[in-house]
């Protein structure tokens, strides 16, 4: 069964653009979570979606948004770069259902790593 | 808010046993996890442990929860040099999202 897939694996960007990125869940997995990863702030929640609606979001300003189509793929999208948003950025996929249990294992993608110059 | 703190650094030879620590702070949390990072990859979920749990064998991997004081640990059993790589223990908080800790390095030396 293939894992979950992050596109694309390396962005340059420069500053003031804006940048989408994709992943797509384990086959049967409904619950797309996204991460940033940076040295300063580690791993931290950008938001989570579910039968295309997000369902749970971090601390993260508006320029941060995402999506989820209904063959569960979600997009995660970044406008006005900022230097500060290189980062490694990872998606899980789960088995999470409308009702929430705790016991849900979240698989991760390699990650897509943005840097903003 | 929840907070989860483990230690930077671990450096262990090849053949003994590594034990990465962590500390949580969300009394809640029904489940706690490791996962573990390779140079330039993603996370790769290793085990987890649920809260009425005291401890969780898997091969050569053993979780150990004290949930009084809100310690958990994993250790590896004869470490190879594979084994090198970050460990993030994590929790999933309330809203169900995971609070991860810093990650602790482990290195293997031969």
């Known amino acids: 069964k293939a894992g979950v897939t992050q596109t694309p694996r390396y962005l340059i960007k420069t500053r003031g653009q804006q940048v989408t990125l994709s992943c797509s869940p384990i086959?049967?997995?409904?619950?797309v979570s996204w991460y940033q990863q940076t040295p300063g702030q580690g791993l931290q929640f950008l938001f989570e979606?579910?039968?295309?609606?997000?369902?749970n979001k971090g601390n993260f300003p508006g320029r941060f948004s995402g999506r989820q189509f209904s063959n569960s793929r979600s997009e995660m999208n970044v406008s006005t770069l900022e230097l500060g948003d290189s980062a490694l950025y990872l998606c899980?996929?789960?088995?999470?259902?409308?009702?929430?249990?705790?016991?849900?294992?979240?698989?991760f993608g390699q990650g897509t790593r943005l840097t903003v110059v | 808010g929840e907070d989860v703190e483990q230690s930077l650094f671990l450096s262990v030879r090849e053949g003994d046993s590594s034990v990465i620590n962590c500390t949580y702070t969300d009394s809640s949390s029904t489940y706690l996890y490791w996962y573990k990072q390779e140079p330039g990859a993603g996370l790769q979920l290793l085990t987890y442990?649920?809260?009425?749990?005291d401890m969780k064998q898997d091969q050569r991997l053993t979780v150990l929860l004290n949930k009084k004081d809100k310690h958990l640990s994993l250790r590896i059993a004869d470490t190879q040099t594979g084994d090198s790589a970050i460990y993030f223990c994590?929790?999933?908080?309330?809203?169900?999202?995971?609070?991860f800790g810093s990650g602790t390095r482990l290195l293997v030396r031969p």
């Open positions: 994590a929790e999933k908080d309330s809203s169900y999202k995971l609070i």
């Open positions: 979606y579910f039968s295309e609606t997000q369902r």
């Open positions: 086959s049967g997995h409904r619950s």
């Open positions: 442990i649920f809260s009425n749990m």
């Open positions: 899980a996929s789960s088995l999470e259902t409308a009702i929430r249990k705790s016991n849900t294992e979240a698989f």
